[in-house]
């Protein structure tokens, strides 16, 4: 395949995600998928979708804080698109911003391991994995 310009129609780019985990008791390490970020340079694409499963988090916690799980992922969300209301992450790149968003931590919304592949629609990916991992 020839390489013409970068994100020309039908050319794959590289991509990277991560998951987004919820860990409700940490000392027990169990976890659900809360959501995903779809991060691909070539095509200037950062993006995540994440969603409350209540239900599923109260099997591993039944006091769990769900409202600070969705504010806690609502950030990711905020922090993907950038501009207002990402706070000092606003003015990163994108790239900068997927690497923070991603970096390892010990709270009770986690980032997973980094993946990647190949797509021609990073946002299609974003949705696709969501409903493959998450859903």
Known sequence: MSRGEPGAAGEREVFEYALMRVVPRLERGEQVNAGV???CRARGFLGARCVVDE???RVLDPDVDVCG????LEAVELVCRGGAGAGPAR????GRRFRWLTAPRSTIVQPGAIHTGLTRDPAGELERLVERLVL
Do not use: F, S
């Open 69 to 72: 799980v969705g504010r806690a």
């Open 91 to 94: 003015d990163e790149d994108a």
């Open 37 to 39: 970020i779809v991060y």
């Open 55 to 57: 239900a599923r988090l």
